[in-house]
């Protein structure tokens, strides 16, 4: 068993995914925790009663009204990261490329990530560097009528915000591919609009 205590620093901007509306947050986001009260506990942490736009996005809050994000949330971008770092190969079929190699070596990653790696800290406060804004965007779809152009809203973190947590690996030998998940946040992020380059962080090991 290895414990990994992290802080990851992020480079960009930050951007919240829950729902303010807690009916939807309810029914769709909050539907995908494991039980009921880890469920209750989401819906809670909205506050969505604070905000006036209902479509946005934002960060839950602790006890103390302080932004977080829940453990699950890093353990989806390891999830995610693993998925892509599998492609990184050098060549169809090919060696796996150095930074890729542990995630390549990885079968069932998923139920790796699900059963044998965990985040201890079921809320995890975000140290915020600056105070809170928000980003609004268009999302551009093709529907049947043709283009349709929405206009997204999400709670925005300034970069240089900061978080810290610890990784507890059942096993010792899935800690490098955890090096490399972590090596990966630079490229792309936690949070919406990843692919945006929001929530790219770096990060530190704490002894």
Request: contains cysteine; neutral net charge.
């Amino acid at each position: 068993m290895k414990d990994i205590r992290v802080k990851l620093t992020f480079t960009e901007p930050i951007l919240g995914t829950a729902s303010a509306n807690p009916e939807i947050h309810s029914e769709y986001i909050a539907s995908k925790a494991p039980d009921a009260p880890s469920k209750e506990e989401e819906i809670a942490a909205i506050g969505a009663e604070e905000y006036e736009e209902k479509a946005m996005t934002v960060f839950p809050r602790n006890n103390e009204g302080i932004p977080i994000l829940f453990d699950y949330q890093i353990k989806g971008f390891f999830k995610d990261a693993c998925s892509m770092l599998q492609k990184c190969r050098a060549g169809k079929g090919g060696k796996p490329e150095e930074f890729a190699k542990e995630s390549c070596a990885l079968k069932a990653y998923k139920k790796i990530i699900d059963g044998c790696i965990f985040v201890m800290e079921r809320q995890i406060p975000i140290e915020l560097n600056g105070e809170m804004g928000n980003l609004q965007r268009p999302l551009r779809g093709q529907t049947a009528q043709g283009e349709r152009i929405a206009l997204a809203n999400s709670e925005k973190a300034p970069a240089g915000s900061s978080v810290e947590f610890t990784i507890r690996c059942l096993s010792d030998t899935y800690a490098p591919a955890v090096m490399e998940w972590l090596n990966y946040g630079a490229l792309r992020g936690i949070g919406q609009w990843r692919n945006g380059s929001y929530g790219r962080f770096e990060y530190k090991i704490i002894e």
